[in-house]
């Protein structure tokens, strides 16, 4: 029984040291918080305190009958025979249970599907007139170098006064009062969102916010404000021609259809 208890007292202390002693660590490096390993990664610390333990446990041939000694002497000792039977069938009932915790079906309701960039309304009312998407193309995207760093410059403006209170200062989606919000503000750097988009796309959204989601967008409370009624046409193109001058992406383009 001695040579379980050494090994069993390793592993324990390891895991406290992991669910504990990480977190302590860092609640004294970042006051006011509690760092907890998630619960995948300490499955894998876990799997690789228990296997070194028994490597170690099992390298000169004494540990290795110490702690495997017991278990033949249960299989093979017919004065053990009952309790042998009682562990063979605890075990087989564990094994069970685990299996039917594992494929037994749920009745709870599925989680709630929300498309992220569900298709556009084919045309849109804003800033009192009717756009229709297909065809719109950014007005202040000219092949002048000077005339185009000039507006994507004025969309700067317009971004720090008007967005970056959500979408951060690096466009990170992480500004003063990102965390207030879910789902949280978009992060234009992420290669998930404008690099995906037209820029017509990004106008839309941009122009009827939150509220100009269609059904499948929803249930979605998006804080995204509707823009048409606060910055105007102009403004709006200028700050979609700086968000990608500034993350460097380069918007969607469709194929014209004739
Ligand atoms: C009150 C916070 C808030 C402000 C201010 C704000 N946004 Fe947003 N924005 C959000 C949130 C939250 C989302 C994510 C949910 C969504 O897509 O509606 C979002 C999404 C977007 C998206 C969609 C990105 C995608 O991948 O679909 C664009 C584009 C956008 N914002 C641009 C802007 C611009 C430009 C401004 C400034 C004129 C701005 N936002 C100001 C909160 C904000």
Redesign the pocket.
Known sequence: MKAFLKPLLVILVCYLLLKIGVPLVGSILHPGTWPVIPTGVMKMYVFFIVTGVLLMSTFSDEGYDALVGPIVDLYTNPAKAMLKLVTVVLVGALGAYITYQYVKPTFDAPVELRS??PAPPSSIKAFGKRFSLQKLKNPFRVEDKEQLAKSAEEGGI??YK??Y???GDKMLGKGP?WEG?N????NFVNI???AQ?TESF?FW??AT??PG?PSEGTP?I????V?HEL?TEEETWK?ILF?YEYTGHNPRVTKEHH
């Open positions: 992220i960039h317009v971004y008007n967005c209170f959500c979408h009062f919000f789902p949280v503000p978009a998930g969102t404008i988009l990004v959204r941009i916010g939150g989601l979605w998006s804080a995204m404000p823009w910055i700050v968000l």
